[in-house]
């Protein structure tokens, strides 16, 4: 790509760092931003500083807020004993967007594994233990990914938890809506036919 | 009657040397001749990247790439019982994912496609069963079940991602001089579920195979000599929990894991004695063979399925008239698709002439174009 100006190359080149943006798309947005004349530039470099200076994390669940304690820890609709734990921020607003948990998270910020150098001490295990031990938790719900690591962290997490006597279960796996069975995978139907749940007349 | 998988036609783009090849085979013998370093063996390579989604005989998949392409793709069409034709294409580029689509439907892991047709490769490498490592040996059983066993497979590779970590977790206990218990376990709590699978799965395996492994071994060679393939896993008399515990400090204070499936090891015996030490040149060789041939009648009767055979450079190895024979008879016998290299560009048309088999001979120039000399 050749250019007729450094400064277009380097902003450019700023965006093209971005993930899943390459220099054709940084090219299309740059451009697209020049043209405009709402002052989107502004608002973008504005938005950005001020996540930068900000953006705090939540020092109850480790999720991203505005102020100490974030809206859905310190929303007192949400049920307070119980707590879903998941690996990243994304997590969170995934599980939000379907609408049907209404408890609390705690983010522990990966899962452990020793082959990238993560072990128990780099993810927030000690402040979830904290929070079952003094927070009145009755049920945490376990929502990490389903590989080795993810296992493996629940079952860690599980035995640190088992002197506290607090409940935990596991996100259901199984067939996605609107898939057609003879689609899904061999090893997610056969969970599914072994982990099979009663069927509720109404 | 057995299902037969008919290759029928091969396509690459930027494979090894080949920028471009359209090949045709044949239902039985297809036999590629040329001289050493045409690429005889990139095109064996090519069928078993296509059929079984890794490659054999070259070290990677990655460098099958042509030197100075950024890209490779190599696609087939696989007859069986029914009228139209599979189609499995696989692209490989650089800094991204191996790609595999089979029938237009792309294969979102590896370890679903494998299984899904079967293939035998023989090369004068192998001889690495006998004088390599255990885990050559190993890889052997674990390559040889996967194709049929999809659970082995789901089962290995998760025993092998946990051991994996907790030998990088007692590696760190032991640099940092600190040990948690909770740790390793949560680990090997893995290994506890899938090992006993593995173990089993590769007992029946092996009581299964050997019989048609000294079936093999006596046909290709007839003098009397005893062979036997032993099994040999600390599993067969332990539990894997016990054998945990009986490890534990060993396991700590060495950084890594001591005991398990990972450690098992096939003895092969001639006459009794380790055929390793004992064996001459010429017993190896056939041994080796042997164990090949023997794979290719196992999985035609275990699964009802044809495996597509893929020879490379068999006749300099071994003693011509042996191989000819074991082709002939299984060409007889299960009709099957083989492929198989030769330096020599007459040998093999002296080798089949009057036998009233058709085959399929294709010619590889110095330049990589190619010509049919059909018989």
Known sequence: MKFSSTLLENAVNAFSKLPGVGRKSALRMVLHLLKDQTQKSEKIIQGLLDVNEKLKTCKICYNYSDDDVCMICSDEHRLKNVLCVVESIRDVMAIEDTQQFSGRYHILGGVISPLDGVGPDDLNIDTLIQRVRHDNIEEIIMAVSPSIEGETTTFYISKKLKPLEVKISLIARGVSFGGDLEYADELTLGRSIVSRTPYLQS | ?375
């Open chain 2, 1 to 375: 009657m057995k299902t037969k998988y008919e290759i029928k036609q091969l396509k690459l783009t930027h494979f090894k040397k080949y920028s471009k090849l359209n090949l045709e085979f044949s239902s039985g013998l297809n036999v590629l001749t040329g001289k050493n370093g045409v690429g005889k063996t990139s095109i064996l390579d090519a069928i078993r990247l296509l059929v079984f989604g890794k490659v054999y005989f070259a070290a990677t998949d990655k460098s099958c790439l042509s030197h100075g392409a950024d890209f490779l793709r190599a696609e087939i069409n696989i007859f069986d019982n029914e009228k139209e034709p599979h189609n499995v294409v696989v692209k490989l580029q650089h800094g991204k994912n191996k790609q595999i689509e089979h029938d237009g439907i792309k294969v979102s892991k590896l370890s679903e496609y494998i299984g899904q047709y079967l293939s035998v490769c023989v090369s004068p490498d192998d001889i690495i069963l006998v004088n390599g490592l255990s885990k050559d040996r190993r890889e052997f059983i674990d390559q040889a079940i996967v194709q049929f066993d999809k659970l082995y497979t789901r089962n290995l590779i998760r025993y092998t991602k946990a051991v994996k970590q907790r030998n990088a977790l007692l590696k760190q206990f032991l640099k940092s001089g600190t040990y948690d218990k909770s740790l390793t376990n949560a680990f090997e709590k893995i290994m506890l579920e899938t090992a006993p699978y593995i173990h089993q799965a590769r007992v029946s395996f092996m009581k299964e195979f050997q019989s048609y492994f000294l079936k093999s071994y006596h046909e290709i060679a007839p003098e009397y000599e005893s062979v036997y393939l032993e099994y040999d896993s600390k599993l067969s008399e332990n539990t894997m929990e016990e054998l945990l515990i009986q490890y534990e400090q060993t396991d700590r204070f060495s950084g890594r894991s001591n005991v398990g499936t990972h450690k098992d090891e096939v003895n092969m015996k001639l006459n009794g004695e380790d055929i390793k030490v004992f064996g001459s040149q010429g017993q190896i060789k056939s041994f080796v063979f042997a164990l090949k041939i023997s794979l290719f009648e196992y999985f035609a009767n275990k699964t009802g399925r044809l495996p597509v055979l893929l020879l490379d450079d068999m006749f300099d190895k071994l003693d011509r008239s042996r191989v000819e024979k074991i082709l002939l008879q299984l060409n007889e016998r299960w009709g099957a698709q083989v492929f198989i290299s030769d330096t020599d560009k007459n040998r093999i048309a002296t080798f089949l002439t009057g036998k009233g088999e058709k085959i399929n001979h294709i010619h590889i120039f110095e330049d990589q174009s190619i010509t049919y000399l059909n018989v």
